[in-house]
Structures are given as C-alpha cells and as structure tokens.
C-alpha cells in the first residue's frame, strides 16, 4: 500500500522560510512534484522532476522555491524561501506507480502572514 506523508507546513511570515518534506512508502517509481491549492483555487503545479532528471518550476516560485528528492530513502523536499502572501495554500505532494497511477500525501498547510 503506498503512503505519502507531508510536513513541515506552518505560519511564517512575509520573508520568510519553509522546508517541506514527504516521505512515500510501498511499490512506486518516484515521488514527482509539488502541487498546491488555496482556497477557492484549483490545484496546481509548484515543482516537479523531469524525465531526464532536472527540475521544472511554475514562474511564480522560480527563484524561491528548490525541489529536492533522495532517491534511495523515498522522501522529496520543497524548499521555500522568500515567502510570499500568495503562497498561502495546502501543499501536496505526488508520486507515480508502476501503472501511470498518481498517488496523493494528505497535504500540509503553509500560511504567510504579511
């Protein structure tokens, strides 16, 4: 059965930094991206993995936020810096099974206060 476990979310303030993490667990090929979804928003894409190994970003977190991942323990990182308002949203992480099948941790909240 495949787990996927978010943390590190939380309140901080404009400015400020945030570290995430999601551990997977069970028969996938990887953890792949970052999503996010604020209220009232559909969900969508912050970071993600390519196939060749490199990283892709949304244009509203370029230069902000890194996406990090090690391979051999399962567990892919966000790191989030310069934060923003408009950052506020429940972060997701998302893995890939051996089917093409997506699989969802429950989310972590990030607030920013101004």
């Known amino acids: 059965q495949v787990q996927l476990v978010e943390s590190g979310g939380g309140l901080v303030q404009a400015g400020g930094s945030l570290r995430l993490s999601c551990a997977a667990s069970?028969?996938?090929?990887?953890?792949n991206a970052w999503y996010r979804q604020a209220p009232g928003k559909q969900r969508e894409l912050v970071a993600s993995?390519?196939?060749?190994?490199?990283?892709n970003y949304a244009d509203s977190v370029k230069g902000r936020f890194t996406i990090s991942r090690d391979i051999t323990n399962n567990t892919a990182y966000l790191q989030m810096n310069s934060l923003e308002r408009e950052d506020t949203a429940v972060y997701y992480c998302?893995?890939?099974?051996?089917?093409?099948?997506?699989?969802w941790g429950q989310g972590t909240q990030v607030t920013v206060s101004s």
């Open positions: 069970g028969n996938i090929l990887g953890i």
């Open positions: 993995f390519t196939r060749g190994g490199n990283t």
């Open positions: 998302n893995a890939r099974g051996y089917f093409g099948n997506d699989y």
